[in-house]
């Protein structure tokens, strides 16, 4: 499973009506180990996307449109996939932090310590 489908399947059952603050916790276990490899990715994708551009910058009259052009390429897309995926763990991650946060808040006033 690659890591934007793992993170697809977390963002899943994060949304989950039977979320338990156990299962949350592991999943923001996984998220935050996701995001070193998610990091490592978006460098490799980012390198190969700036080789492309370079190589548009040689071809094209004007950097405006060499720009256009590799913005067009599969490495700028990976790029940006990997990028959006990143974002998508970070907000995943926020999310869950602020529900275990609110369960505790909820455990804490109850009186259940």
């Known amino acids: ?3 934007r489908e793992e993170i697809n399947r977390i963002s899943k059952r994060a949304g989950a009506e039977d979320l338990m603050p156990g299962e949350a916790a592991d999943l923001l276990r996984t998220l935050a180990s996701l995001l070193g ?3 490592a990715y978006i460098r490799q994708v980012d390198l190969a996307y700036k080789k492309t551009l370079l190589k548009y910058y040689s071809q094209e009259e004007t950097a405006n449109r060499a720009k256009i052009v590799a913005e067009t390429s599969q490495e700028y ?4 996939e990997g990028r959006d995926t990143k974002e998508l763990a970070i907000e995943l991650m926020r999310s869950l932090k602020y529900f275990l946060k609110d369960f505790e808040e909820e455990r804490r006033l109850s009186g259940h310590q």
């Open 1 to 3: 499973m690659s890591i």
């Open 37 to 39: 490899n998610l990091n």
């Open 77 to 80: 897309q990976k790029m940006r």
